[in-house]
Structure formats: C-alpha cells, structure tokens
C-alpha cells in the first residue's frame, strides 16, 4: 500500500510559478509509473505530464514548455514545477502513482488557483 499526499499549491497570479510535491509513504521502485493529472470545475481528470519508469517525461500541449516534472533521487517525491502560469491552469492537481500491472494510487489533491 502507498500513500500519496500532494503539497504546494495555493493563489498565484498569472505568469508567476508554483512547485508541487507528492510525498509518497514508501520509496517507489522503478516500476513505478508517476504522473500529474488536474481537474478543473465541471471538466473530467485530465492528465498533466508523466514520468516513465526510465525517467523520461511527457506532457500535454497545454503545459509544454512551462511545467517540468521530476524526481528526487530517493524516489519518494514527485515534483510539478510549474511557470508562466495562465488561468486556466487552475485545478486540483493530483498524484499518481501507477505500478505495472497493478491499481494506481491518488493523492487527495492540492488546489491551485491562477488569478488574472
């Protein structure tokens, strides 16, 4: 079992920068896939960026260019850094942690909200 508990966010105005943590439980293995997701008001879980287990990230346009996500070497902190943020980034950011084959696990989210 693995918990997640995500930290970080809060108000920030548009264009400044925020750094999210996903602390987890235990240190996560390799095998783990991590990942970001976000959910604004009204609109369904949507995936921010993801981290392979070989260290290789992804993310989605919208985010491109302006977030990075990361590791510590320990491997039990998950890092979304996040700049140049617009409005519409504001969501409740979420923690996932995927293991191969198995159920993912969620944090319980972390609000961030960008004013203009």
Known sequence: QVQLVESGGGLVQAGG???LSCTSSRSLSSLFVMAWYRQAPGNQRELVAHLSSSGNPYYVDSVKGRF???????????????TKLKPEDTAVY????TPFGS???WGQGTQVTVSS
């Open 94 to 97: 979420y923690c996932k942690a």
């Open 68 to 82: 990075t996500i990361s590791r510590d070497d320990a491997k039990t902190t998950l890092y979304l850094h996040m």
């Open 103 to 105: 159920a993912p696990y």
């Open 17 to 19: 920068s925020l750094t």
